[in-house]
């Protein structure tokens, strides 16, 4: 379940360079799972540092932390 919920956002996060996040609308039937498990993994990958959370005005989108390069 984990590996296949990254795919999707590795996917989206490769096909918009980062700048837009997975919507989570619909993820959940691609996945077979319910929406409390959904949540569950969301938090626990959020907590883990492997996702970030993006709010904008239409809502909420989750995507691959950008790395920081420091000089």
Known sequence: MEEN???????Q???????NGLDLWGVKEK????VEELQELVYRLLNE???????????????LPKIKIYD
Do not use: R
Not at 5 to 11: G, Q, S, Y
Not at 13 to 19: I, M, N, S, V
């Open 49 to 63: 540092k492997k996702i970030i959370k993006l709010n904008h005005l239409n809502g909420t989108s989750y995507t």
């Open 5 to 11: 919920l990254m795919k999707l956002i590795k996917d």
């Open 31 to 34: 996945l077979g799972i319910t």
């Open 13 to 19: 996060y490769d096909k918009t360079g980062g700048a």
